[in-house]
């Protein structure tokens, strides 16, 4: 099996730095997708179909930011296998926390120093995908903030317990609940071509 210092020799030290950020990244995103999925049943199964849609929508924008990832470190001949845990679930409104945290971690911290890294590469492909899950999950941020008010723990009707419909764009997993404009603020993609995840 190749050693670190080996693949370095071959694409060199920053250009290694950029592959294995990717594949934190990509490691994030997994992990942050199959939470989600399990996030969105047992919140079904507690009667929050609204916050099990928008944990649906986030999980499909977590696949796409995944994808990309996985693209760009197959293209630079590197590995996208990972041991994926069993996520820990607990009561939706914890659920809705963690998950809210660990989208904050990636905006304000995992996301702006992988792209510092990336930047003086002039590697367009990595910094693309570093750009647009960074600028997808500050959209995720926005939503959980947003909506996170509308859920009250001591009611049993509202917006926390009807299905919604969210806008997940299929090219870098920006998320909406409403249509904002005629192209994704966060990678140009025409609106239309939107995924509808309810
Ligand atoms: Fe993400
Ligand atoms: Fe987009």
């Given at each position: 099996m190749a050693t670190d210092r080996m693949i370095a020799h071959v694409v060199g030290v920053e250009d290694l730095t950029v592959i294995r950020n990717l594949e934190t990244a990509f490691e994030e995103e997994t992990k942050a997708s199959a939470a989600y999925k399990a996030y969105a049943a047992k919140a079904d199964e507690e009667g929050y179909h609204g916050i099990a849609s928008l944990f649906r929508a986030t999980l499909r924008a977590e696949q796409i930011h995944a994808s990309n990832h996985a693209r760009v470190l197959r293209h630079m001949g590197a590995s996208t296998m990972i041991d994926l845990p069993v996520p820990r679930v607990e009561s939706t409104l914890e659920n809705l926390n963690a998950a809210l945290v660990d989208q904050k971690f990636e905006v304000d911290y995992l996301y702006p120093a992988f792209l510092i890294s990336a930047v003086p590469l002039f590697d367009s492909t990595a910094i693309r995908s570093f750009h647009w899950a960074l600028e997808?999950?500050?959209?995720?941020?926005?939503?959980?903030?947003?909506?996170?008010?509308?859920?009250?723990?001591?009611?049993?009707?509202?917006?926390?317990?009807?299905?919604?419909?969210?806008?997940?764009?299929?090219?870098?997993?920006?998320?909406?609940?409403?249509c904002e404009a005629e192209n994704c603020p966060a990678c140009n993609y025409l609106w239309e071509k939107f995924e509808t995840v309810r």
């Open positions: 997808a999950d500050k959209s995720h941020v926005r939503l959980y903030g947003e909506l996170m008010p509308l859920v009250n723990s001591n009611e049993t009707s509202g917006w926390a317990y009807e299905p919604h419909d969210f806008f997940v764009c299929a090219l870098c997993g920006y998320a909406a609940q409403h």
